[in-house]
């Protein structure tokens, strides 16, 4: 029943940055590992980076290099530092978890000139 609360999102110039925030309700100390996904209009959703309870990372091959997870267990709360961003990263940012939890509302990244 851990509710993930996803804030950050905005409008941004190609080349930017944004850092998004994923606040849990609950600890996500129990959880395997927490997902960052990412859907734009017309396509599915797809991973963009998970961490797991170990700090493991790995991202997806078109944010490699650019993006960057982390989380803070003490509050409860993953981040993902986006720098350099494209106009192809636009899309709704949504977090996770690994076992899978209920889709939050997401956070919109507009990257646009």
């Known amino acids: 029943q851990v509710q993930l609360v996803e804030s950050g999102g905005g409008l941004v110039q190609p080349g930017g940055s944004l850092r998004l925030s994923c606040a849990a309700s609950g600890s996500i100390f129990s959880f395997k590992a927490m997902t960052w996904y990412r859907q734009a209009p017309g396509k599915q959703r797809e991973m963009v980076a998970i961490i797991s309870s170990g700090e493991f990372t790995n991202y997806a091959d078109f944010v490699k290099g650019r993006f960057t997870i982390s989380r803070d267990n003490a509050k409860n709360t993953v981040y993902l530092q986006m720098n350099s961003l494209k106009p192809e990263d636009t899309a709704i940012y949504y977090c996770?978890?690994?076992?899978?939890?209920?889709w939050g509302q997401g956070t919109q990244v507009t990257v646009s000139s």
């Open positions: 996770n978890a690994i076992p899978i939890l209920a």
